[in-house]
């Protein structure tokens, strides 16, 4: 059975940086595009960022600049670098693999059930 396990979110103040880690076990990334999403308390989740197999990158507007996803496919490894983060940043953090949707992507939840995610909370 696939499992996405997240981790390395924590309590940070704004301005300050997390790394967040993203590990599958049961099966590789293969060509799968894999992504970052998040869901705020009342909110749906949304999509954040992805990489695809070949390395290219797509942000959300909002945090464009100061997110950085990475992958390693050999070590089934996805990372997601959050440097100068903002109270707004503050939700559940998930990985998974991604399908674009329309202009913006959506999860493939062919490749995995959602994992438990990784709580970031900003403080201001």
């Known amino acids: 059975q696939v499992r996405l396990v997240e981790s390395g979110g924590g309590l940070v103040q704004a301005g300050q940086s997390l790394r967040l880690s993203c590990q599958a076990s049961g099966r590789t990334f293969g060509y799968y595009t894999m992504g970052w999403f998040r869901q705020a308390p009342g909110k749906e989740r949304e999509f954040v960022a992805i990489v695809n197999f070949g390395g290219a990158k797509s942000y959300a507007d909002s945090v464009k600049g100061r997110f950085t996803i990475s992958r390693e496919n050999a070590k089934t490894t996805l990372w997601l670098q959050m440097n100068s983060v903002k109270p707004e940043d503050t939700a559940v953090y998930y990985c998974?693999?991604?399908?674009?949707?329309?202009?913006?992507?959506?999860?493939?939840?062919?490749?995995?059930?959602w994992g438990q995610g990784t709580q970031v909370t900003v403080s201001s």
């Open positions: 998974n693999a991604a399908r674009q949707s329309g202009s913006t992507w959506g999860v493939d939840l062919d490749f995995a059930p």
